[in-house]
């Protein structure tokens, strides 16, 4: 029975089984890490501020729904240097929607303090709020009012379709400012979050596809995720007696099975400008035109109503890119979106979006006819569902990466299938690619086409360049960019690769045939692409200017460049370089913490310490490599194009990211535009370069296997730690 459930190397489970273990008990202190009891929110992010509320002045918000049994509120306010003033509450609490008769009146009070600046406070009422009929909140308005001095409210910029502008002394607050409210208990209550999970799931089950509910998340939770870890382990440890079709299989469909789980947890359009993602699938599916490559009077909105109001009613705007503000998490929010979307039985528009917006316009239209058909598959559903439904199809797409990682890894090195097993894993569980791979975004496109074209060079490298893979190989040169410009990154390592290939073939007439059918692939794809972007208002190149990607700014001034790149990837600036950036060190949290764990809309991430190991493994994993090199140097010569050029395909994408995003202004940036996901086109590339490395740990008593299978065990682990994290933030107190 035993042998049945853990079949193949022993090992594999042992070692697999003990950082399990490790994940499980660290995962299972944060469950259980008493959290304070939050009832609700108005899901508000404490980003900006509203005008200053002098002493006496009533500063007003309208028709706020309020959680029964609420008896305090927190509130952000800044009083620059001055002490904070003492603040009255006046709560109106009204019996229904229509605010007639007088109502319920509840007063608060918080007396002055020392206290100067910005914080939090909490003001305690004399009274609960009631319940009436279950309908578990009421609407209120509640005023506040400072004595014998003045603060700044600080909330969100802006309002929503349906909130009420609040007021100063009657007046409407110009410019709009929500302010953010917490709504909280008479007394300071904590609660571990394991006893929290069934009002969580209930919470996180709103504003989703129709046959999503609680259930759905204990399900992923208890069954399906662990599910993924144990057949991952599981084709782990039989790599070596399984066929590589079987393998590969299993590959792809874990892969497929984590981003479509990432896919169903996380809230709808809380990935990376996934609600202009849609909003130009949803375009182009409905009208087979692609949106404004600038600014036009015509086209201003970029979302179609329908989705603008899904995105109103989520309360995306105000809760985006923050990892302590609540989406939310009363059902009246879903109950009043299903009134707004039924619109009196005329459908809302879904084509009268296609304006221009900057993350996504400078874009071709390849990626988002690819998973068009999703959304058509889904469209008579809700927005919801139309998302999820395109999320998954991105699930399949993410599935050939880690596909093509396998393949090259089975190429490379064809008597340790454990390592190509290895490889594909590596990639199926990084966090940050697990969670891209349940988003709408064309990163995962390119990622596929890159990852393929990684296999094909290694292909290639090992069996010499055949017409098959010389087309197959100029297609995907050509494709890659029109996903996305990233793509271009591939073009300088493949080239290398062709050179070797060439070297290696020169005398071998079908080598010549095949340098000829990806020359002829890629100007088939290339030419056709010019042809076809004309009609969509595109130039041949993609990148956001439309202009040639030898004109990335930091590619013409060198010196400048090699500036920037030191300050990027070490943490100390010489005193005789001109600082362009103050962050510390960028490389850290461009490529470490946003490459590794940075859910939601880059809000939500793990504890410092959980990426210090990370790059501490890194660290490890480069010396391992290092060790192979000078301890198996005649192996390794034989392999040393191969090599060369996997280690020249995250160089290049490294140095193009780089390119683009370099400060040439006299001021340093303040943050990282740079995202982690970008190095993701070499992904591939990478896992392959870390399971070679892995040799450096020994071949005889099987290292190397175990070398990986730590490192899949871990990233394993802070799938399934991120994806709590995420529900903590969101749902949780």
């Not at 190397?9 to 089984?17: F, K, N, Y």
């Not at 950082?19 to 944060?30: D, F, H, I, K, Y």
């Not at 406070?121 to 001095?149: E, S």
């Not at 759905?216 to 440890?237: I, K, M, Q």
Request: charged share 15%; with cysteine.
């Amino acid at each position: 029975m035993i042998k049945a459930l853990f079949p193949g190397d022993r090992r594999v489970w042992a070692a697999a089984g003990i950082v399990l273990a490790v994940m499980a008990a660290l995962v299972g202190w944060q469950l259980l890490k008493p959290r304070e009891v939050i009832l609700g929110t108005n899901s508000a992010a404490v980003r900006g501020h509203a005008q200053e509320v002098g002493s006496g002045q009533d500063f007003c918000l309208r028709r706020i729904r309020v959680p029964d049994g609420t008896q305090r509120l927190r509130i952000w306010v800044d009083t620059r240097d001055q002490p904070r003033p003492a603040i009255d509450v006046r709560m109106r609490v009204w019996d229904g929607h229509d605010r007639r008769g007088k109502g319920t009146i509840i007063r608060g009070y918080r007396p002055a303090t020392s206290d100067p600046g910005f914080g939090s406070i909490d003001i305690p009422l004399d009274a609960p709020v009631p319940d009436l009929n279950g309908r578990g909140f009421r609407f209120a308005d509640i005023c506040f009012t400072p004595r014998g001095g003045s603060f700044f409210p600080w909330g969100m910029p802006g309002g929503t379709m349906t909130d009420r502008v609040p007021l100063l002394d009657g007046k409407p607050i110009d410019p709009v400012t929500r302010p953010a409210l917490w709504f909280l208990p008479k007394d300071h209550e904590t609660r571990p979050l394991v006893a929290q999970l069934g009002t969580v799931f209930h919470r996180a089950s709103l504003f989703r596809a129709g046959f999503i509910g609680p259930w759905t998340y204990w399900l992923l939770f208890l069954v399906v995720t662990p599910a993924t870890f144990y057949v991952g382990v599981r084709l782990l440890a039989g790599a070596a007696t399984r066929t590589l079709r079987r393998s590969a299989i299993g590959i792809y469909l874990i892969t497929v099975a984590v981003g479509a789980t990432w896919a169903m947890l996380t809230p709808t359009f809380h990935t990376p400008d996934e609600s202009e993602h849609f909003g130009a699938v949803q375009y182009f599916a409905e009208t087979g035109k692609w949106i404004a490559a600038a600014p036009d009077p015509k086209r201003p909105i970029h979302w179609s109503t329908e989705e603008a109001v899904a995105i109103d009613a989520t309360r995306l705007l105000a809760t985006f890119e923050r990892q302590d503000v609540k989406l939310p998490w009363l059902d009246s929010y879903e109950l009043a979106w299903q009134e707004r979307h039924k619109n009196h039985g005329k459908p809302l528009p879904k084509d009268d979006g296609g304006g221009y917006h900057p993350a996504v316009s400078s874009h071709s239209p390849a990626y988002y006819a690819l998973v068009s058909p999703a959304y058509l598959a889904a469209r008579n559903h809700s927005p919801f569902a139309q998302v999820l439904a395109v999320r998954w199809f991105n699930s399949l797409l993410a599935g050939i990466t880690a596909l093509m990682a396998f393949l090259a890894v089975a190429e490379l090195l064809p008597g340790r299938r454990e390592l190509a097993v290895g490889a594909g894993l590596l990639v199926a569980f990084e966090p940050m690619f697990g969670f891209m791979a349940g988003a709408t975004n064309n990163d995962n496109a390119v990622n596929a086409a890159c990852a393929a074209g990684v296999w094909l060079c290694v292909r290639g490298l090992r069996r010499g360049l055949q017409p098959g893979v010389g087309a197959a190989l100029g297609a995907v040169l050509a494709l890659a960019p029109i996903f996305k410009a990233t793509g271009y990154a591939l073009a300088p390592p493949a080239l290398l690769a062709v050179g070797f290939m060439l070297l290696r073939g020169r005398r071998v007439p079908k080598t010549w045939l095949g340098l000829a059918a990806g020359i002829a692939a890629f100007a088939a794809v290339t030419i056709a692409w010019s042809l076809i972007a004309p009609t969509f208002d595109r130039s041949t190149y993609t990148t956001p200017g439309g202009g040639s990607p030898t004109g990335v700014a930091g590619l013409h001034n060198l010196r400048l460049f090699a500036s920037w790149m030191w300050q990027v990837m070490v943490p100390w600036t010489p005193p005789f370089l001109h600082d362009l950036t103050i962050v510390k060190w960028p490389f850290f949290n461009i490529y470490i913490e946003r490459g590794f764990g940075a859910f939601g809309w880059y809000g939500i991430y793990f504890p410092t310490w959980v990426y210090a190991v990370v790059l501490a493994v890194i660290v490890g994993v480069v010396a391992l490599g290092v060790r192979l090199v000078r301890v198996d140097w005649e192996d390794v010569k034989r392999r040393l194009p191969e090599g060369l050029f996997l280690l020249a395909v995250p160089l290049t994408v490294l140095l193009g990211v780089e390119a683009a995003y370099i400060n040439l202004g006299p001021e340093p940036y303040d943050g990282t535009p740079e995202q982690g996901r970008y190095m993701f086109p070499a992904i591939a590339a990478l896992a392959a370069l870390i399971s070679v490395a892995a040799l450096g740990a020994g071949r005889r008593r099987g290292g190397a296997v175990l070398v990986v299978t730590v490192l899949v065990a871990a990233l394993m682990g802070m799938t399934y730690g991120g994806q709590v994290l995420m529900f903590q933030s969101f749902y949780g107190g």
